[in-house]
């Protein structure tokens, strides 16, 4: 089955921790996003990655970090640095960045904060 | 700068239309997205305009002028299945084509 995965659903972080979710697709899509939704809220775009080994800031990119290392995944830390963490979080991918293609999202991780 | 509006929350009857607006403002309009988000789940793909005019797919249709920065969504003969937030986005072409959402609209269907 193609699609995009994220992992885990839920996830606990403790105050001055790290934590990285997970994104994985196979749609062998070149561009990939991370997006934050907070209640009531639309989508705001964190980071985006267009090729393998390279990525750009979003709108609200500080206390995050990326990696895109192999095109098929694209990892988010929430470092310690971000103070208010607690969102739902939304990877998506398209074949490319332009153009009319459409995102297609992973089911998200929603990070609770202890 | 980029400005995406649309209303909080409407309702509607089952079996009805209902007509959900969005305009925007955008320096390089690169198309228009409609995606349908139930809660707690991830968002899915409806519609796509980038020219004026009608697209129409089922149930759904999506209207789009340009020059008014204007769209809507058109659902027919809904069903209780279509309660759901519709996010309006806007690609926007001198932003790296980047998507930008709006803040959703949650349509609530009554039996």
């Known amino acids: 089955d193609g699609g995009i995965t994220q992992s885990p659903k839920y996830l606990f972080r403790k105050e001055g921790q790290n934590v990285t979710l997970s994104c994985e697709q196979n749609?062998?899509?070149?561009?990939m996003y991370w997006y934050r939704q907070d209640p009531g809220q639309g989508l705001r775009l964190i980071y985006y990655?267009?090729?393998?080994?390279?990525?750009q800031k979003g709108d609200i990119a500080e206390g995050y970090s990326v990696s895109r290392e192999k095109k098929e995944s694209f990892p988010l830390t929430v470092t310690s640095a971000q103070k208010n963490p607690t969102a739902f979080y939304l990877c998506?991918?398209?074949?490319?960045?332009?153009?009319?293609?459409?995102?297609?999202f992973g089911p998200g991780t929603r990070l609770l904060v202890l | 700068g980029q400005n995406i509006d649309q209303p909080t929350e409407m309702t509607a009857t089952e079996g009805a239309i209902v007509q959900i607006n969005c305009t925007y403002q955008?320096?390089?309009?690169?198309?228009l997205f409609w995606y349908q988000q139930h809660a707690g789940e991830a968002p899915t793909f409806l519609s796509y305009?980038?020219?004026?005019g009608l697209e129409e797919k089922g149930r759904f249709s999506s209207f789009l002028s340009r020059s008014k920065g204007y769209s809507y969504l058109l659902l027919k003969e809904l069903q209780m299945k279509d309660s759901a937030s519709y996010l309006c986005?806007?690609?926007?072409?001198?932003?790296?084509?980047?998507?930008?959402f709006g803040k959703g609209t949650r349509l609530h269907i009554l039996p």
């Open positions: 749609l062998n899509h070149d561009a």
């Open positions: 986005a806007v690609r926007e072409m001198n932003r790296d084509d980047k998507i930008i």
């Open positions: 305009n980038v020219l004026d």
């Open positions: 998506a991918s398209s074949i490319t960045a332009g153009g009319g293609k459409t995102q297609y």
């Open positions: 955008t320096s390089g309009f690169n198309g």
């Open positions: 990655s267009q090729i393998v080994n390279d990525f």
